[in-house]
């Protein structure tokens, strides 16, 4: 397997965050630069997510390994960018007001939504490890890793509600992660049907 494969995977998944910097040093983030950055970095982690689903259907469909090698890389990085996604929201969007925060946690299912689906990625992040996998045992494991679909599909409906009116985008990617998960419910029946 190529050994650049990883560290160009590295690299591709910093180059969103790297962009986001120039146009901040170049004062180029618009009208609003804490919403731009806000959502810039919701949608990274969101199509960092996408791509993470969609190594294993990449691996059923065309009989290759190396979507396999870099799924962790994906996921850990889709982490990466909802962990930077939830600061900017906390500290920039509501200057840290913890009570601001949690009462719009509690009253917009929009922000339940997300946290919930970064609840759900935080111990997928933090088992993502051989060693967390030997801890657990691979069925538990597994299991575990299993709620990456469940986030996959809250994450649909946090960029759903968003937009409200104009659904085309958020509508598209829910489109694309509903084939992903078709894709492995067939696979996985097929499999227990043999
Ligand atoms: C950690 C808890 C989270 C909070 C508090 C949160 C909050 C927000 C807020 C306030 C916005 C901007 C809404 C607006 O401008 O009207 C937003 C947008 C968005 N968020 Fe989150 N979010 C969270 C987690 C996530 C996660 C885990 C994902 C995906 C994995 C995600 C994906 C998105 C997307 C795709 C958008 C829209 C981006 C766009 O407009 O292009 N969010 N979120």
Known sequence: MKRWLVPAAFAACLLPLAWLVVRF??????A????????????????LLVLTLACTPAQILFKVNWPIRIRKLLGDFCFFYACLHLLTYAGLDQGLAFGEIGRDIVKRPFITLG?????????LAVTSTQGWQ???GYRRWKGLHRLVYLAGVLACVHFLWRFKTALFEPLLWSGVVALLLGIRIVSRLRLQSR
């Open 25 to 30: 040093l170049r004062d180029d983030l618009g």
């Open 32 to 47: 609003n630069p804490i919403a731009e950055v806000l959502n810039r970095l919701g949608l990274d982690a969101f199509v």
């Open 115 to 123: 946290v919930t689906t970064w609840v759900l990625l935080l111990p």
């Open 134 to 136: 030997r801890r657990l």
